[in-house]
């Protein structure tokens, strides 16, 4: 009698766990088939979000269907992870993504201001992205290497025009305005991720090939 009951509770317990895989699949199912997935983000618009994209950097196609906004801060250490997950999807999605980086040096990092300048002062040589990828890749040597040995990493030919430039003191005008627009949005923390026109309430680095993914599907 005492198998009897435990076969028969045996069986029930198998019977209620395949009916909550199938109500599982079940809600999961038509987002999938929409091209939808469950991102564990919020996400709220942000009106007239191409003015932002003007006053960044634009790494990629500047016609691609998916652009990466970020506000960020070269000694900001969440940025230095974030940049390995673009990284990812600029090599998994090529032209169909592309990524802004909008400059907001926080006033709690000492060479935050410095590195900002040392990046545009690449970026008028046609480095920018590498340079982006030195400073994060070297970050624990900020204010210990000078911006002209990041500058050769980085693939800087004219270290003489990128010396004089990086040392100059007058404020950079996309700096300012990256803060200005930063300010306006009530920024308060590095990175800042506004993924066509949907600004994240966190970094989604984890997510961030899947919300690219998602993008496109729509």
């Not at 199938?22 to 983000?41: C, E, N, T």
């Not at 400073?135 to 210990?144: C, I, R, V, Y």
């Amino acid at each position: 009698m005492r198998a009897k009951i435990d076969a028969i509770a045996t069986i029930v317990m198998c019977l209620a766990a395949l009916f909550v895989a199938g109500m599982v699949g079940f809600r999961k199912a038509p987002s999938a088939r929409r091209g939808l997935i469950d991102i564990p983000y919020s996400a709220t618009p942000v009106a007239n979000w191409d003015t932002l994209v003007r006053a960044g950097i634009r790494v990629g196609d500047p016609n691609s269907r998916v652009t990466i906004v970020e506000f960020a801060d070269f000694e900001c250490p969440f940025c230095a992870r974030f940049s390995e997950s673009i990284n990812q999807v600029e090599a998994e999605f090529g032209k169909d993504v592309s990524h802004v980086f909008v400059h907001y040096p926080l006033r709690s990092h000492r060479f935050a201001r410095p590195a900002a300048r040392a990046a545009e002062c690449a970026s008028a040589q046609g480095h920018f992205k590498s340079m982006q990828d030195v400073l994060f890749a070297k970050q624990d040597s900020l204010g210990l290497k000078s911006w002209v040995s990041y500058a050769a990493e980085a693939g800087v030919l004219d270290t003489a025009s990128f010396s004089h430039c990086a040392s100059d003191a007058k404020p950079l005008a996309s700096v300012e305005e990256g803060l200005r627009l930063g300010a306006g949005l009530g920024v308060t923390g590095t990175p800042t991720v506004i993924i066509n026109g949907l600004r994240y309430s966190s970094p989604p680095g984890d997510s961030l090939s899947a919300i690219v993914r998602a993008a496109l599907a729509r």
